[in-house]
């Protein structure tokens, strides 16, 4: 079984498919009727963004072929790992924050969702409860105690996607 962001990531590509092959010749095709290719503002916003939904296709096809190389079977379910909720102490301050570990297409600060990829989530990963972390982040140097982990296999909303 896949990740939750694959599905999401194949949706958007198939909207972006769509969009390139469906939408754009259409308006191309439009623009084109209208004479004078040379100073015509709408060919060259069609085109333009032709351009652009070609590189993002490209990008999300490469993107999804990275993802599909991992399964849920594959996550560790006895540590920190992509999904798992992870609530830390500021060993400084004493304060609480739960964080989900995410890949960086799903990161949603105010949510707390951060990026296994950021200083953060790459000083969590692996760790257990009672674990202590060092962490480098752009406000300085902090240290966490890991208080609890629920890993993706033992969260209840459905392997850890975002609900609507």
């Known amino acids: 079984m896949s990740l939750p962001i694959v599905e999401r990531l194949k949706a958007d590509l198939a909207e972006k498919q769509r969009e390139l092959q469906q939408d754009l010749p259409a308006r191309l095709e439009e623009a084109r009727a209208h004479g004078d290719l040379r100073e015509n503002a709408e060919y060259d916003a069609a085109k333009n963004r032709q351009g652009i939904l070609r590189a993002q296709v490209a990008q999300l096809q490469t993107r999804i072929r990275e993802l599909s190389v ?11 790992s992509y999904g798992s909720r992870v609530t830390v102490e500021d060993a400084d301050s004493g304060e609480q924050v739960e964080y989900r570990l995410v890949f960086p297409e799903e ?20 760790r257990t409860e ?11 140097r902090k240290t966490y105690q890991v208080l609890s982990v629920v890993t993706l296999h033992e969260q209840p909303e459905g392997r850890g996607g975002k609900s609507a």
Do not use: C, F, H, K
């Not at 009672?130 to 300085?140: I, S």
């Open 107 to 126: 990161v949603d600060a105010p949510a707390g969702w951060i990026s296994i990829n950021s200083p953060i989530g790459q000083g969590l990963m692996n």
């Open 130 to 140: 009672g674990d202590e972390v060092a962490v480098q982040t752009p406000r300085g």
């Open 70 to 80: 991992y399964t849920l079977a594959q996550i560790p379910r006895d540590r920190v």
